[in-house]
């Protein structure tokens, strides 16, 4: 680098520098100006090149974001504590995109985000399944391009760090299996090993819930990865034949077998109820564990007490100055006390669930993260009121619209409430879920029931119907895509929805306070656009807001109430 270069680069680190402490100050103007100036100086400055994208990103031009957090992915060599920074956004970026032809530049950034444990891989499964498609648009079953398939490394990403929610590419892995079954270098450690390997773990991954190709129940060795858990000779044969195999062995053998060794010893919170809704829904997660997941990103440091006091309707003094003993009622495989306990490293949390398979999957995933304030243990919250225990918060998501009696659950969950604590509900909408009622009408018009095989035959005949078809659009739910999700979306043994109304008068009959109501981005703009700065309380507007666009909240009602 000359001199001259040297001056350059020096004067746009400053300025770099400086536009980020304009930043933070609050000076949008003056960041984005010194910015600019930093990138005419030296137009290929990495730290300027990212701070731009950020900047970019977050204040209104999505293309020219992601073309230079690309370029500073690439100048910073695809890995690191930069990538790390620079990857999430870019991946909320590329996660919007629906591709109409295969480009090198987007293939790369996708390996360089699935690559960084700052990104949720997840996030990026669609456009990821686009690309793939794109990039591989005729299927070839010749082992060379098989083995094509294995080595690329987005193929890989994608196959053992994402759950496939993409119809298309659903249809792209039964004929991939199908033709890895019918190699047998898939057996003998050849030329399809990899590809053999990273489609076992997707298989796994969704439960094996497509519908397997005549005669798969034969399959043996590697092979039946792709279509059922290997036994544990199957296991011991591959265990050490390279990294992916070794992978596909820990999660599909190893991690099941521990989580079937921890079930038992759980303690239990409650005695049982004699609820029989309560024993049919213990039996479905008991088969079905829901949901299946893997550790995403550290979530952002922040108290619990501060989210909690931020909600417009708390009463500060009757809330008072604790928090930290947390019950989450009704945890499934401990995604929420989990992330409670990586955001908040202070609290003590009581994650109970009817289910101990949920309930082991969770305390083996809180084990491997060396997480021990979270104590997992086995109740009913029908059986809450035999119990002396008092909790500061309360959090319940999706579990008590599936009781018999909603209002009954709800008032065992206040009766563990300290007084003056808080209490955070996520609840079914009764207008979001008409596609839900349409299949369960449809389910029992068939006779279907909630049995692997019957699942299979459902999903095939959604699958199979056009695109115009009502029923066509539980292809765009992630939960269509596994064998657990499905059942819990529309095979679930019962299920309540509601309004926002209906909300209001739950809350009533509780004697709860509604304190906060945390609307997804387009339902809170909507709002704001309808009411202007109306309260954000008033569900009788969120009531009227919903009747005229029915699918704001798909994913549930989320609200907070104080007692």
């Not at 793939?132 to 083995?147: E, G, I, M, N, R």
């Not at 109304?501 to 981005?521: C, D, K, N, T, V």
Request: aromatic share 6%; net charge negative; proline share 7%.
């Amino acid at each position: 680098m000359t001199p001259q270069a040297l001056d350059q680069s020096a004067d746009a680190d400053a300025l770099t520098a400086a536009a980020e402490r304009q930043l933070a100050a609050g000076d949008l103007h003056g960041a984005f100006a010194g910015l600019k100036a930093a990138l005419r100086l030296t137009p290929d400055h990495p730290a300027a090149t990212g701070a731009m994208g950020l900047f970019l990103a977050d204040h209104g031009d999505p293309g020219a974001a992601a073309h230079l957090l690309s370029r500073a992915l690439e100048l910073a060599g695809g890995y690191g504590p930069e990538v790390d920074r620079l990857a999430p956004a870019l991946a909320r970026l590329l996660a919007a995109l629906w591709p109409d032809a295969w480009h090198a530049r987007l293939d790369a950034d996708l390996r360089a985000c699935l690559a960084s444990p700052a990104v949720t891989a997840q996030s990026l499964a669609r456009v990821t399944a686009r690309t793939l498609l794109l990039k591989y648009p005729s299927f070839d079953d010749a082992v060379p391009a098989l083995t094509a398939m294995g080595e690329d490394p987005l193929w890989r990403a994608f196959l053992t760090q994402c759950l496939n929610v993409d119809p298309e590419m659903e249809q792209r892995l039964n004929v991939l299996r199908a033709a890895v079954w019918a190699r047998e270098e898939a057996q003998e450690g050849g030329a399809t090993h990899a590809l053999a390997c990273a489609l076992g773990l997707a298989g796994f991954a969704v439960e094996y819930v497509a519908v397997p190709p005549p005669g798969a129940e034969d399959a043996t060795g590697l092979a039946a990865a792709m279509f059922r858990p290997l036994s544990p000779a199957e296991a011991a044969a591959i265990r050490d034949a390279g990294p992916l195999a070794a992978l596909l062995v820990r999660r599909t053998v190893d991690e099941p077998a521990l989580e079937r060794s921890l079930g038992p010893t759980l303690e239990r919170l409650t005695p049982p109820s004699e609820d029989t809704l309560s024993a049919e829904v213990r039996a479905q997660y008991e088969a079905n564990p829901y949901p299946r997941w893997t550790m995403p990103p550290a979530p952002a440091p922040r108290p619990l007490r501060a989210g909690i006091k931020a909600q417009p309707g708390l009463d500060r003094r009757a809330f008072g100055d604790a928090w930290r003993r947390v019950l989450v009622a009704g945890c499934g495989t401990g995604f929420e006390p989990i992330d409670l306990a990586r955001m908040d490293p202070t609290l003590d949390i009581t994650a109970m669930d009817l289910s101990r398979a949920s309930l082991a999957y969770g305390a083996r995933v809180a084990a491997d993260q060396g997480l021990d304030r979270v104590r997992f243990a086995q109740g009913d919250i029908l059986a809450l009121d035999r119990i002396d225990a008092r909790f500061d918060v309360v959090v319940s998501t999706g579990v008590i619209h599936h009781m018999a009696e909603p209002a009954a659950g709800l008032s065992r969950l206040v009766g563990v409430l300290r007084p003056g604590g808080v209490l955070r509900l996520a609840l079914y909408s009764d207008r979001a879920r008409d596609l839900v009622k349409l299949a369960h009408t449809l389910i029992r018009e068939k006779g279907w029931r909630a049995v692997p095989e019957d699942i299979r035959a459902f999903r095939a005949h959604v699958l199979a119907l056009p695109e115009t078809a009502p029923l066509a659009g539980l292809r765009y739910s992630d939960d269509f895509y596994s064998l657990s999700g499905c059942r819990d979306l529309v095979f679930h043994v019962h299920e309540h929805r509601y309004t926002p109304l209906g909300l209001g008068e739950l809350l009533a009959s509780a004697g709860l306070r509604l304190i906060g109501f945390e609307a997804p981005p387009e339902a809170a703009a909507r709002f704001r656009e309808t009411f202007g700065a109306a309260d954000s309380l008033d569900l009788a507007l969120w009531d009227r807001l919903e009747q005229r666009h029915p699918t704001l909240f798909a994913g549930m009602y989320q609200f907070w109430a104080q007692s």
